[in-house]
């Protein structure tokens, strides 16, 4: 069982370049997140998905897009890449309203320097 | 606003002894609370979680979380680490409007000495 898959694990990315994280999951999940994890910070939520073409911010949405044209795929965009956005980056999914327990994928390292 | 705090940001315990890791959620009704663990290099795994009902929850690897809704506090213990349970716990409260957003404590590193 795949579960949930990020491409690419690292990059790093100079100033001002734009590029897109990749999750798909195979669970036919409804619901979608993205976070960033920061040391000593916990999970951020930067945006999150309840089903296909239905996308919402969440505490952290400056400088990302989303979109979700199927349930499997929810892709993070980065506009004009900031050191700011040099993060560990996490992409969950969860079955549905009332289970609540988010399934992980391994991460994507970025660096922007 | 919702907030989960976990005091300690890293223990360190001896392999065999006791462990207990504390969390507390500022939250304005009964929350969904979570325990996750992350070993190094990896995402994210649920150990437990609690919705409602019986107020001592068990998980996997023989950990077990207590509900006090008294003192909003959703505590995370285990009677005896293994130096395998060497990690970074979280413990994180959701609310089912919409999109079961969930937020996360900071986190606590576990480290177990020999």
């Known amino acids: 069982n795949a579960g949930v898959t990020q491409t690419p694990k690292f990059r790093i990315l100079k100033i001002g370049q734009s590029m897109t994280l990749q999750c798909t999951q195979d669970?036919?999940?409804?619901?979608m997140y993205w976070y960033r994890q920061d040391p000593g910070m916990g999970l951020k939520l930067i945006y999150y998905s309840v089903g296909a073409g239905i996308t919402d911010k969440g505490e952290v949405p400056n400088g990302y897009n989303v979109s979700r044209s199927t349930t499997e795929d929810f892709p993070l965009r980065l506009e004009l890449a900031a050191p700011s956005q040099t993060s560990v980056y996490f992409c969950?999914?969860?079955?549905?309203?009332?289970?609540?327990?988010?399934?992980f994928g391994e991460g994507s390292r970025l660096t922007v320097l | 606003a919702q907030s989960v705090t976990q005091p300690d940001i890293h223990i360190t315990v001896s392999e065999g002894a006791s462990l207990e890791l504390r969390c507390n959620y500022s939250?304005?009704?009964?929350?969904?609370l979570f325990w996750y663990v992350q070993s190094p290099g990896q995402g994210l795994q649920l150990l437990l979680k609690y919705f409602s009902g019986d107020t001592l929850v068990q998980g996997i690897k023989g950990f077990e979380a207590e509900f006090k809704r008294s003192q909003s506090s959703f505590n995370l213990r285990k009677p005896s680490v293994h130096w395998s349970d060497a990690a970074e716990y979280f413990c994180?409260?959701?609310?089912?409007?919409?999109?079961?957003?969930?937020?996360f404590g900071a986190g606590t590193r576990l480290f177990v000495k020999a």
């Open positions: 669970m036919n999940h409804n619901y």
């Open positions: 969950a999914s969860s079955h549905g309203r009332n289970t609540g327990e988010l399934f």
């Open positions: 939250y304005g009704a009964t929350p969904y």
């Open positions: 994180a409260v959701a609310r089912n409007t919409g999109g079961f957003k969930t937020i």
